[in-house]
């Protein structure tokens, strides 16, 4: 959507260029509906309260919102990102397909991969790779590659990765959200996070500490995630909501044959956390619209509800249980839990959420610990100095003050050493310790950096 940012805006020319300048550069929408309509070559529109009208009708207080030719002046138009979860799109096919938003989706898709054999390889060839992918979306031949999988344990968890070729098949997906993940992040709710642009993990941090000040309304909570979410979305039903917000066909058709190349979303396709993302969508405007839950936050799959009292998180769970089965074909792990917020703490993005302050989880903390003791032991390293700069991000991002005086006094002497030796600049130069009296009881207090 954009809007024009002017007192008057005259219908009668000057804002587009060529011939088309003039009566049919405005469209818009009235009400619920989409109404086609025009402005006399003199009318004006008339600015109220920061909303558009045209003159001979703004006192009916409904108003005109427009979508611009996009050859309009950038001096008075400005774009503007709306959530809109009715409207569909078309037209999307050849805008995927076109050699530029290919060559867009390379230059992404390569960064950090430069070393890589393949990326080489379309550096190499660039032309004559682009035109044959070009040529694959516009003849509807193009199917995905066989997956190479490999299974990892992380965390305890058995993992299955997918892999496709650099070249053509993480290309074309680079190409597809280029234009498509837009249109469903329309769709989100503010308090929706991870891989999404400009809502990470402190992002999502500094949200709950802003719901967490409402303390009467926050002391419960329910934490819950889904049992092996990205295996367990269904085709049909994510196939059935992207048609909520696209409507072109040859999109359709690409889009569904990427979702039926496997069985639920794929861990470590490109295409996977956007629709993990966009799966859960109508799920969170469900518990904001109908269940009316304000301090609601999701993390992927992973979510945080609070509350007031224990009975209503518990008869939310239930309703919770019946939505996910009915209309996702998901279900919970056991492993859910309602409980006093202030007592237990809320684990959750690598934190622990109290009312008043914020520690590391403790698994966190032990692998902190782990490579404190062996620095301590065999010495410092430049792997262990990048490890330690890393937890350095976290203990900063937490209320966790004595905890980073007691282990830098610890390893300070042997990275100096270390830096000296190798010429260079010694990190734990930037932490700003300051004197124990000025830690509060919690050790709430923000070491800083110059």
């Known amino acids: 959507m954009v809007i024009v940012h002017e007192r008057v805006l005259q219908s009668g020319g000057g804002l587009c260029y060529g011939s088309s300048a003039g009566v049919g550069c405005l469209v818009g929408g009235v009400a619920s509906g989409l109404v086609g309509w025009s402005l006399a070559s003199r009318n004006l529109l008339v600015k109220r309260n920061n909303v558009f009208y045209d003159r001979a009708s703004w006192q009916n207080t409904q108003p005109h919102h427009f979508s611009v030719s996009s050859k309009c002046e950038n001096s008075v138009i400005t774009k503007v990102k709306k959530g809109n979860t009715l409207k569909r799109y078309g037209n999307l096919f050849s805008k995927i397909s076109h050699k530029q938003n290919i060559l867009n989706a390379h230059n992404k898709a390569k960064k950090g991969k430069s070393e890589y054999s393949a990326v080489k390889y379309v550096e190499a060839n660039l032309t004559s790779c682009i035109d044959e992918i070009n040529e694959e979306l516009e003849n509807r031949t193009y199917e995905t590659s066989d997956y190479e999988i490999d299974t990892r344990i992380e965390r305890g968890k058995e993992r299955e990765i997918y892999k496709l070729p650099y070249f053509k098949d993480r290309i074309v997906h680079h190409a597809i959200l280029q234009v498509i993940e837009p249109i469903l992040s329309e769709t989100y709710i503010k308090d929706t996070y991870q ?72 861990i470590g396709n490109y295409t996977s956390q ?32 609070l509350l007031d009292n224990k009975e209503d998180l518990h008869e939310l769970k239930k309703d919770i249980d019946k939505y996910l089965y009915e209309n996702l074909k998901l279900t919970l792990k056991e492993n859910w839990q309602v409980f006093p917020t202030e007592i237990r703490g809320i684990d959750f993005l690598g934190f622990r959420f109290f009312h008043k302050y914020t520690m590391l989880r403790n698994s966190i903390k032990k692998a902190y610990m782990k490579v404190i003791k062996s620095i301590k032991k065999r010495g410092a390293t430049l792997q262990n100095i990048n490890s330690v700069m890393a937890y350095y991000g976290w203990l900063k991002a937490s209320d966790s003050y004595n905890l980073l005086r007691a282990t830098v006094s610890l390893i300070v002497k042997k990275f100096y050493f270390l830096c000296s030796k190798l010429k260079i600049k010694n990190p734990l130069d930037k932490i700003v310790l300051v004197p124990k009296k000025n830690i509060n009881s919690f050790g709430n207090f923000q070491p800083s950096l110059f």
């Open 274 to 305: 956007t629709f993990g993302n966009y799966y859960l969508s109508y799920f969170d405007h469900w518990i904001k619209e109908n269940k009316k839950i304000r301090y609601y936050i999701r993390y992927a799959d992973d979510m945080v509800f």
């Open 195 to 266: 891989s999404i642009k400009g809502r990470g993990v402190h992002k999502a941090k500094d949200r709950l500490k802003e719901f967490l000040k409402d303390t009467e309304n926050t002391k419960y909570c329910l934490k819950i995630d889904i049992k092996k979410y990205y295996p367990n979305v269904d085709n049909t039903v994510l196939k059935t909501l992207i048609r909520k917000k696209i409507k072109c066909k040859d999109t359709l058709n690409l889009v569904d044959e990427i979702i039926d190349s496997t069985k639920g979303l794929p």
